[in-house]
């Protein structure tokens, strides 16, 4: 089977520095995705990490670790219009559809 | 178009009636995916889409759902004698390529309401 855990819910203050962790067992592997989903809005990409390591964007970072089924999504930097969801997705080996954990709802405050 | 665009995005309907929801993809994507997000969750495969042919349904709960593409880019995804429980999002996505390690886009959803 498949399965993704993450967070329900977590706060951090303005300006500050906030990681959102994952951890997957999925048949195979062949990436994983980070999106965002404002309330009522559609789920936009993020990043995605395929190898090992840190990737970089801007405030955001994601890093993975396919031997533990690990990632983290890091924000820098953090600011309000960073309040949304934050969706980890899998691809497994040969799937035919994204699988989505159910999201870990961050609420930044002044 | 520019983006996944959802057609209509907001639904209320009566319980037995049924609904059609519209999906027009990123022009040039071959695949088309069907999600369902309930409040608090996160999406839930429906369907998958390769051109015209449906690649995957396994998603589908049961026969009262169903969702064509008869000529490879838009789709529609048919609700039969609706439930209550089917009161969700309903998001469409579409990547360029089908399969594995694609990044989907997402439309903003058809939000449907049975009452």
């Known amino acids: 089977g498949q399965n993704i855990d993450q967070p329900t819910e977590m706060t951090a203050t303005e300006g500050a520095i906030v990681q959102i962790n994952c951890t997957y067992q999925?048949?195979?592997?062949?990436?994983l995705f980070w999106y965002q989903q404002h309330a009522g809005e559609a789920p936009t990409f993020l990043s995605y990490?395929?190898?090992?390591g840190l990737e970089e964007k801007g405030r955001f970072s994601s890093f993975l670790s396919r031997s533990k089924g690990y990632s983290y999504l890091l924000l820098k930097e953090l600011q309000m219009k960073d309040s949304a969801s934050y969706l980890c997705a899998v691809w497994g080996t040969g799937a035919n559809n994204l699988f989505f954990g159910t999201g870990t709802r961050l609420t930044v405050i002044p | 178009g520019a983006g996944v665009s959802q057609t209509p995005s907001n639904k209320v309907t009566e319980k037995g009636k049924y609904v059609e929801l519209r999906c027009d993809p990123i022009s040039g994507h071959t695949a088309l995916y069907w999600y369902r997000q309930s409040l608090g969750q996160g999406p839930e495969f429906l369907i998958y889409?390769?051109?015209?042919?449906?690649?995957?349904d396994s998603g589908l709960p049961n026969d009262r759902f169903f969702a064509v593409r008869p000529e490879g880019s838009v789709s529609t995804l048919k609700i039969q004698r609706t439930e209550r429980g089917d009161s969700a999002v309903y998001l469409c996505a579409s990547s360029l390529g089908g399969g594995s390690g694609n990044t989907i886009y997402f439309g903003e959803g058809s939000w449907l309401t049975v009452v």
């Open positions: 990490n395929v190898l090992d």
């Open positions: 999925t048949s195979g592997f062949n990436g």
């Open positions: 889409f390769q051109g015209t042919g449906a690649a995957d």
